[in-house]
Nanobody, 126 residues
Framework: QVQLVESGGGLVQPGASLRLSCAPS????????VGWFRQAPGKERELVSAISWNGGNTNYADSVKGRFTISRDNAKNTVYLQMNSLKPEDTAVYYC???????????????????WGQGTQVTVSS
């Protein structure tokens, strides 16, 4: 079992930046694909970005391309989501998810991931 802990959410104004972090509790992250998903009230959970176990493959939702960057530091056992130029429509609960890598690229669906964090709230408002 992998327990994931997210941190870094908060309330910011439009145009600001935040960096989310995701780390597993008591286990190495280095063999897991990791995805960041978000869920706004009344909407389905959607993929924001994902990164392969070695960082060699990443993908992004069209709505965040050019503004968000996913990265990982396996030495620190942490995956990051740097969010710049935040917009009100980025407001959501952000979840970290992980899947032991069995194929080369990380999945894009919630069902592609086995482990989930509790989520961290990101609110973008003036």
């Amino acid at each position: 079992q992998v327990q994931l802990v997210e941190s870094g959410g908060g309330l910011v104004q439009p145009g600001a930046s935040l960096r989310l972090s995701c780390a597993p509790s008591g286990r190495s992250f280095s063999t897991y694909h990791v995805g960041w998903f978000r869920q706004a009230p009344g909407k389905e959970r959607e993929l924001v970005s994902a990164i392969s176990w070695n960082g060699g493959n990443t993908n992004y939702a069209d709505s965040v391309k050019g503004r968000f960057t996913i990265s990982r530091d396996n030495a620190k056992n942490t995956v990051y989501l740097q969010m710049n130029s935040l917009k009100p429509e980025d407001t959501a609960v952000y979840y970290c998810a992980a899947k032991l890598y069995l194929r080369a690229v990380p999945g894009t669906r919630t069902t592609d991931y086995d482990y989930w964090g509790q989520g961290t709230q990101v609110t973008v408002s003036s």
